[in-house]
């Protein structure tokens, strides 16, 4: 509820960028849906979303690019649209 809160907050103020970490942690998979489908709407619309995750299926549904990490450095980086959700997750699993 506190990231709805907190992307509604950006959404009065018009924000061009939102950073989000684990947006969707704790949240039903209807809620998830909801906020993912919100958050394609403000993508559309030219918001710059930087998400934190580790949900490879919302972050290959609505990123356009996917970065990888570990240790805390980038050591990977996907287009969305040319990978697939098993292809996505099996270069994660063989980088993590």
Request: proline share 1%.
């Amino acid at each position: 509820m506190r990231q709805k809160v907190g992307v509604a907050i950006a959404l009065a103020k018009s924000a061009k960028v939102l950073l989000l970490d684990e947006s969707t942690s704790g949240l039903d998979p209807s809620a998830a849906n909801e906020f993912s489908k919100i958050l394609e709407s403000l993508r559309n619309d030219g918001v710059a979303i930087l998400m934190a995750t580790h949900d490879l299926f919302r972050a290959n549904e609505i990123g356009d690019r996917i970065g990888i990490t570990r240790a805390g450095r980038l050591v990977e980086t996907i287009k969305a649209k040319e990978t697939t959700l098993s292809e996505l997750e099996a270069t994660y699993l063989h980088l993590s």
